[in-house]
């Protein structure tokens, strides 16, 4: 493997495009407030507009330093020492940290035959162990599989109320076909579930470390007494208000990262791949151990997990890179030709 640093980074699940000059104008005038401490009046207004983005109330929302920073204060707020938590496997590598950290006892489920998230078996476990906490990544990560909104629902519907249950929505944007006030809903109708998004992924804000949690007013309060002062700055809130004002830019680049998903996935296959179907921002290759080590090798950055190497979509210039790569890997698969 190249000691080099990669030059092609398709291991974080970043979007390929920086900020546009109109953002970069409009949190010009935050930046020169940099020497003050975060104030009340940005916060409010990213909450507002998340709020209203998913038709629930300000009560019912709560903002991080990122997704990452919410769940670790889940797990906080509700994972005492020696108790069960439950998510799939693999997933999130921060979960089995977090429940270590917090000296519960893991039980990590296998992900189905689909590489799809195991909701019958979680919501047994919700039955019959009474586990503090059960985590659910949708779409998954790392297969980028979705689990339909009516089996959440009926999985959710399960799972005893003394259960706090996270639906991971860190990817929910790059799925055409969901709807994100749904699973809003859901949290807001039930006392045990929390949604927790991001806006480091669909929203490319991953440097500015900005992420929500959506439940009902007790949960969130429950969860908010482990938050810390000033963990978002007025930068952050500014950049995710000015991301939520535009919309139609939006929706452009989630068409322009899901076109560019087909085509790689479409690639990658006639190179010899089995790509699993995604609807997040990146393409599993499962197996084939030795591809990883191909790319890196070439100063391409990935991902792996038991299940195969993780490829974020990013635009036609790394498409082409991994293509290049990945037709030299597969030529070993007994297939060259790429459609055109």
């Given at each position: 493997?190249?000691?080099?640093?990669?030059?092609t980074r398709l291991d974080r699940n970043e979007l390929p495009f920086p900020p546009d000059s109109?953002?970069?104008?409009?949190?010009?005038?935050?930046?020169?407030?940099?020497?003050?401490?975060?104030?009340?009046?940005?916060?409010?207004?990213?909450?507002?507009?998340?709020?209203?983005?998913?038709?629930?109330?300000?009560?019912?929302?709560?903002?991080?330093?990122?997704?990452?920073?919410?769940?670790?204060?889940?797990?906080?707020?509700?994972?005492?020492?020696?108790?069960?938590?439950?998510?799939?496997?693999?997933?999130?590598?921060?979960?089995?940290?977090?429940?270590?950290?917090?000296?519960?006892?893991?039980?990590?489920?296998?992900?189905?035959?689909?590489?799809?998230?195991?909701?019958?078996?979680?919501a047994e476990i919700g039955e019959t162990e009474r586990p503090a906490l059960i985590a659910v990544?949708?779409?998954?990560?790392?297969?980028?599989?979705?689990?339909?909104?009516?089996?959440?629902?009926?999985?959710?519907?399960?799972?005893?109320?003394?259960?706090?249950?996270?639906?991971?929505?860190?990817?929910?944007?790059?799925?055409?076909?969901?709807?994100?006030?749904?699973?809003?809903?859901?949290?807001?109708?039930?006392?045990?579930?929390?949604?927790?998004?991001?806006?480091?992924?669909?929203?490319?804000?991953?440097?500015?470390?900005?992420?929500?949690?959506?439940?009902?007013?007790?949960?969130?309060?429950?969860?908010?007494?482990?938050?810390?002062?000033?963990?978002?700055?007025?930068?952050?809130?500014?950049?995710?208000?000015?991301?939520?004002?535009?919309?139609?830019?939006?929706?452009?680049?989630?068409?322009?990262?899901?076109?560019?998903?087909?085509?790689?996935?479409?690639?990658?296959?006639?190179?010899?791949?089995?790509?699993?179907?995604?609807?997040?921002?990146?393409?599993?290759?499962?197996?084939?151990?030795?591809?990883?080590?191909?790319?890196?090798?070439?100063?391409?950055?990935?991902?792996?997990?038991?299940?195969?190497?993780?490829?974020?979509?990013?635009?036609?210039?790394?498409?082409?890179?991994?293509?290049?790569?990945?037709?030299?890997?597969?030529?070993?698969?007994?297939?060259?030709?790429?459609?055109?």
């Open positions: 493997m190249s000691s080099t640093a990669p030059s109109l953002t970069l104008g409009q949190l010009g005038d935050v930046l020169r407030q940099a020497n003050r401490y975060p104030s009340d009046v940005w916060h409010a207004r990213a909450v507002e507009l998340i709020a209203a983005a998913n038709d629930c109330r300000s009560a019912e929302v709560l903002l991080g330093a990122g997704s990452s920073q919410i769940l670790d204060l889940i797990w906080r707020a509700t994972v005492a020492p020696g108790a069960v938590v439950a998510y799939m496997s693999p997933g999130f590598e921060m979960y089995p940290i977090y429940t270590r950290r917090q000296h519960g006892v893991p039980i990590e489920v296998p992900l189905t035959a689909e590489l799809g998230t195991d909701l019958d078996r979680l990544i949708n779409p998954h990560s790392p297969s980028g599989v979705r689990a339909r909104a009516a089996d959440i629902a009926d999985f959710a519907a399960r799972v005893p109320r003394e259960v706090v249950v996270v639906l991971d929505e860190a990817y929910r944007e790059f799925d055409e076909d969901a709807d994100p006030r749904s699973s809003a809903e859901l949290a807001v109708s039930l006392p045990n579930v929390v949604v927790t998004r991001t806006f480091s992924k669909a929203y490319g804000l991953a440097g500015l470390r900005i992420g929500y949690a959506i439940a009902n007013p007790q949960l969130i309060a429950r969860i908010s007494e482990f938050s810390m002062p000033f963990t978002v700055s007025d930068l952050a809130c500014a950049a995710a208000v000015e991301a939520l004002r535009q919309p139609a830019r939006h929706a452009a680049r989630m068409a322009e990262i899901r076109a560019e998903r087909a085509r790689l996935t479409a690639e990658l296959r006639a190179c010899g791949f089995d790509a699993v179907d995604s609807a997040t921002n990146f393409v599993l290759v499962p197996g084939h151990p030795g591809f990883a080590e191909h790319l890196r090798a070439l100063g391409i950055a990935v991902s792996t997990s038991a299940i195969g190497t993780r490829l974020t979509v990013g635009d036609h210039h790394d498409r082409a890179t991994v293509v290049a790569a990945a037709r030299k890997y597969g030529s070993r698969l007994g297939s060259t030709t790429l459609p055109a």
